[in-house]
């Protein structure tokens, strides 16, 4: 056990022998940290949270009471053998959040990036990578092998098929299930979710310049109302004057990437 001189332990903390805490970390009552954690600079356990499994938080990490972080994946084919959680810094993980190690078939690494947000309630399953500033609203659950890039948002109650992609700047809405991999910048919503149009509201917040946001939406109406399959209008798209916009040459190289499953396209 490694406990920087400098970190707070509340007496009623359970420390197993390994961990690593870093410096100014503060343990609050009741929380249990395992033997292969390592926690950062500046972590904070409020209490009753819980960090096992071989897991690594990143510094100025909050996680919230009765979060359970770093526990085996729920998955049946998963044998004990030795996966990791790895959470980058800043990440505010709040109450009752899950986030599980990876397996062995998955790549062995669930990872998480900076800045997130985690509300009430969110799952982040094995295997799944999570971009930075990422924010998954209360009980929003993200399943297993997900792909989910920078500055997405995911509403309440919301639910990501496992193997699903989600392009950087997407945001769903709540109470939506996503089966399909979603464009960057998408707006999806709807109980079985539907491309609806762009994430406009996001993409204004982060200043993105107005000629790009054009861009997008000529890209979006080329997509949605052009002749051939998704993939052939995005080729197209590709070489068209739209296709200059770095934002939307994004969109078109995540439709022409590789993936397993089929995508969301405009209704």
Not at 169 to 197: E, H, K, S
Not at 220 to 233: H, I, K, P, T, Y
Request: aromatic content about 4%; overall charge negative; charged content about 20%.
């Amino acid at each position: 056990m490694t406990i920087d001189a400098s970190a707070q332990i509340h007496p009623s903390a359970v420390i197993e022998d390994g961990a690593v805490i870093g410096p100014d970390c503060r343990i609050g009552p009741f929380c249990v940290v395992g033997k292969d954690v390592e926690l950062g600079r500046a972590v904070t356990l409020k209490s009753h949270a819980i960090v096992t499994g071989w897991t690594q938080v990143g510094d100025d990490t909050v996680i919230f009471p009765f979060a359970n972080i770093g526990d085996i994946p729920q998955d049946l084919k998963y044998a004990g053998e030795r996966t990791r959680l790895i959470i980058g810094a800043r990440n505010r993980i709040r109450e009752g959040v899950t986030m599980n190690t990876g397996t062995e078939h998955g790549g062995g690494v669930t990872r998480v990036g900076d800045d997130g947000l985690f509300m009430a309630g969110a799952h982040v399953a094995h295997d799944a990578q999570i971009g930075n500033r990422v924010i998954l609203v209360n009980n929003a659950s993200i399943a297993g092998h997900c792909v989910i890039a920078d500055d997405v948002i995911v509403g309440g109650l919301s639910g990501v098929h496992q193997w699903v992609r989600v392009g950087r700047g997407a945001i769903i809405g709540a109470v939506t299930m996503v089966t399909n991999d979603v464009i960057p910048y998408g707006l999806v919503q709807g109980p079985r979710g539907v491309l609806d149009g762009l994430n406009l509201v996001g993409l204004k917040r982060r200043g993105v310049d107005r000629s790009d946001i054009t861009a997008l939406r000529a890209a979006f109406q080329a997509l949605a109302q052009g002749e051939g399959a998704f993939q052939d209008r995005a080729k197209r798209l590709g070489d068209s004057e739209e296709g200059q916009s770095d934002y939307v040459r994004e969109i078109v190289e995540f439709v022409l990437g590789d993936t397993d499953r089929s995508y969301l396209t405009p209704g």
